[in-house]
Each structure stands twice: as structure tokens, then as C-alpha cells.
Nanobody, 119 residues
Framework: QVQLVESGGGLVQAGGSLRLSCAAS????????MGWFRQAPGKEREFGVA????????DYADSVRGRFTISRDNAKNTVYLQMHSLKPENTAIYYC????????????WGQGTQVTVSS
């Protein structure tokens, strides 16, 4: 069982930056790929970005490529999402999730952290 806890959300003005963190209850280096998803009000949850367990491979959705960066520190069991040039349409609940591999099904989810971008 993997427990994930996100933090770092909040209110930011358009054009600003935020860094989200996702702390795992077990060593994330144990072959878990990690991803960040988001769900905007009234919309379905969508994929944002993922990183392999070694950190050597990443996968970005077109909507965030170039503005968001995922990284991980397996020694700290933590995954990060650095977000720059935020837009009001990025307002959403952001979730981290764990999967056995980069293309696999995400089996474990955090409770989410709210990001609100004001115009």
C-alpha cells in the first residue's frame, strides 16, 4: 500500500509560480512511476505529467510542456511539480499518483491539493 500526500497548493496570480510536493509513505524508488493529474471544476480529471522511478524518463501533456517540470527525490520519497507561467485555466485540484511503470495504470492516489490562479 502506498499513501501519497500532496502539499504546496494555494492562490497565485496569473503568470506566477508554484511548487507542489507529493510525499509517499514508502520508498518511491521501489519501481513506482509517479504522475501528476488535475481536475478543474466541472471537468474530468486529466493527465499532466509523469516520471519514471529512476527519474530518467518523463512524459508531459502538451498543455503543460514547457511550463511545468516534474522531478523526484527518492531519498526523500518525494515528487515535485514546479509550475511556471500559471494561467487561470490551470485552476484545479492537483493529484499525485503512483503506477508500476510509466505507461501503467495508476493504482494509488493522493487526496489532492487546490491550486487557484487569479487573473
Amino acid at each position: 500500500q502506498v499513501q501519497l500526500v500532496e502539499s504546496g497548493g494555494g492562490l497565485v496570480q496569473a503568470g506566477g509560480s508554484l511548487r507542489l510536493s507529493c510525499a509517499a509513505s514508502v520508498r518511491t524508488s521501489r519501481n513506482y512511476a509517479m504522475g501528476w493529474f488535475r481536475q478543474a471544476p466541472g471537468k474530468e480529471r486529466e493527465f499532466g505529467v509523469a516520471i519514471s522511478w529512476t527519474g530518467g524518463s518523463t512524459d508531459y501533456a502538451d498543455s503543460v510542456r514547457g511550463r511545468f517540470t516534474i522531478s523526484r527525490d527518492n531519498a526523500k520519497n518525494t515528487v515535485y511539480l514546479q509550475m511556471h507561467s500559471l494561467k487561470p485555466e490551470n485552476t484545479a485540484i492537483y493529484y499525485c499518483a503512483a503506477a508500476r511503470n510509466l505507461a501503467g495504470e495508476y493504482s494509488y492516489w493522493g487526496q489532492g491539493t487546490q491550486v487557484t490562479v487569479s487573473s
